[in-house]
């Protein structure tokens, strides 16, 4: 059964690690991240954008494929079923769905709109048991065809926002989506110290954690971050196991064709990054 994000980002919060958020766009990809977390004995976010929500035929799909996976590959491990960077609206449909968390990014709204709509939301989901993360000052790159700058977060705008019950902050420190530029700054730990100071047990959240150093991710967890987002890296290991199958021409021997061989490679590559990802991340047995 998929469960609320919340008691399993409490507990990593006050353990001092971070629970991955795997963003999913197939079948494969769901498959392989929850049988990573099930290896590993780990707690896991499924992370869904609009964009891949609409690949799929919709919210209700991937929620319904998700609960029967769980059934299926008997999973044990707590698993929350979460919307990433969700429009307002987006949000009312994966309630509607059965997601078992949403995330609203009012990032781009004036402060005041944020903090209102939020607001609705924090009792829409704690009429249902469900886990919010809101966002404070846009994370960069590109997502869905909206390019952030990767702002640094205000922290008292940050503290604002806490103070409505959300369950999860998203604070932008610099960071941003898809692989960094040649000539990126870094995470702002200034910014991250900050936010932390003023929103206290707050669980937070670092988006964009493709290729962000290790010192930096292990930094960031010791200031308080407890969800790490994770989706153009297993889109690049994907892409390169599948690469190197069809380059080697096996998809022309045999019934190599098949998608359930084209496939198998790519979808071992991307339990290999999530496992990696929740060892560094320190989530391995914390289920
Ligand atoms: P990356 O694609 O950079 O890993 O970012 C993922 C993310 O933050 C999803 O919200």
Redesign the pocket.
């Known amino acids: 059964m998929l469960v609320s994000a919340k008691e399993m980002l409490e507990k990593a919060k006050a353990g001092k690690y971070a629970v991955g958020?795997f963003?999913i766009n197939n079948l494969e990809w769901t498959k392989a991240v929850l049988a990573t977390a099930q290896e590993l004995n780990s707690p896991v976010i499924l992370?869904v954008?609009e964009g891949a929500g609409k690949y799929m035929t919709g919210f209700k799909t991937v929620a319904g494929m998700v609960n029967g996976m769980m059934e299926e590959m008997k999973i044990t491990v707590p698993v929350a079923l979460h919307l990433?960077?969700g429009t307002y609206e987006g949000c009312l449909k994966c309630v509607e769905a059965g997601f078992s968390s949403i995330?609203f990014d009012g990032s781009h709204y004036p402060i005041e709109e944020n903090i209102e709509k939020t607001r609705e939301l924090v009792k829409i989901c704690a009429d249902r048991g469900m886990s919010l993360e809101a966002e404070v000052g846009s994370?960069g790159?590109e997502?869905d065809g909206v390019i952030g700058a990767g702002e640094c977060a205000d922290p008292n705008e940050c503290k604002m926002i806490a103070d409505l019950g959300v369950t999860m902050l998203a604070a932008g420190i610099g960071?941003?989506?898809?692989?960094y530029p040649e000539n990126w700054k870094g995470l702002s730990f200034e910014t991250l110290a900050a936010v932390q100071e003023k929103t206290g047990e707050m669980p937070l959240v670092l988006?964009?954690?493709?290729?962000i150093p290790e010192d930096m991710i292990k930094k960031a967890i010791s200031l308080g971050v407890a969800k790490i987002?994770?989706?153009?890296?297993c889109?690049l290991s994907f892409a390169a196991a599948t690469r190197e199958y069809i380059e080697a021409g096996k998809d022309l021997q045999g019934k190599g064709f098949d998608p359930r061989k084209l496939l198998a490679p790519g979808t071992e590559a991307i339990k290999a990054t999530v496992k990696e990802k929740m060892e560094l991340f320190g989530s391995v047995n914390k289920a």
């Open positions: 958020q963003n992370g954008s990433d960077h995330m994370i790159g997502e960071n941003i989506h898809g692989k988006h964009g954690g493709t290729g987002n994770v989706n153009t890296e889109q």
